[in-house]
């Protein structure tokens, strides 16, 4: 599983040659406000960062940041949207945006349920073994429909990113997608914590206590966040 070298080697030589084509794109941006939002941003427990702990915890660093990449891939596409005027559609469209809402809210509630009642199982699930017999497709599945199922995330690049750009019309659309690899890989490192700290804690015998403990605080947290979501307002 090559997930966790590949595609930030991929989104890095993206944004190179995206600064390479567009050098005036380097100067418009903000940077270190850009970094440091974005390090607070990516750093703080979300949906797809809880999936990414306890998939470290579950089956280890590699195969968790294999999963990660739908997400990332999720987030490339919705760059690409904002940079094309999806975000401002998003933005102004209470349809869309609801539509977006309340599918993220079922999903969440969905995961949220299912790991709940996984707490409950009769007995621990060896880590080695779960290591070994993990498919990777529906971890990358599950990753990416969190985050196309998230309005939040659309309107994260769509609002949050134009904060830290000094770009007139002609150079917002490269200095938008250079600024949004940016945030993914460091969205990036940051799910690399996520997941460690959950191979940390799943290191060794793992106990049906200790299983049951991650599975019922990732599926609390997982049904709180769809509720955050449902009673969450359109923005603007």
Request: charged letters at 10%; aromatic letters at 10%; one cysteine or more.
């Amino acid at each position: 599983m090559l997930g966790q070298v590949w595609f930030p080697a991929a989104l890095t030589s993206l944004a190179a040659v995206t600064a390479t084509l567009f050098p005036h794109s380097l100067t418009v941006i903000d940077w270190p406000l850009l970094v440091g939002a974005s390090v607070l941003m990516a750093m703080t427990p979300g949906a797809n960062q809880l999936l990414s702990l306890s998939n470290g915890f579950r089956v280890g660093v590699a195969p968790a940041m294999t999963a990660a990449c739908g997400r990332f891939a999720a987030f490339t596409l919705m760059i690409i949207g904002v940079a094309v005027g999806l975000g401002h559609w998003l933005a102004t469209s209470a349809i869309f945006f609801n539509v977006l809402k309340w599918a993220g809210v079922v999903y969440l509630l969905y995961l949220g349920v299912r790991a709940l009642m996984t707490a409950w199982r009769p007995k621990a699930v060896p880590t080695s073994q779960g290591i070994e017999s993990v498919q990777a497709w529906p971890l990358i599945r599950r990753e990416a429909l969190v985050a196309l199922t998230n309005p939040k995330a659309y309107v994260l690049f769509a609002l949050f990113l134009p904060q830290f750009l000094h770009a007139d019309g002609g150079s917002f659309v490269p200095a938008i997608i250079l600024a949004g690899l940016i945030y993914i890989l460091i969205e990036f490192g940051c799910a690399v914590i996520y997941a460690s700290v959950g191979r940390l804690l799943g290191q060794g015998s793992i106990s049906l206590l200790r299983q049951r403990w991650l599975d019922g605080v990732s599926g609390t947290a997982m049904i709180a966040l769809a509720g955050w979501l449902a009673l969450d307002k359109r923005p603007g």
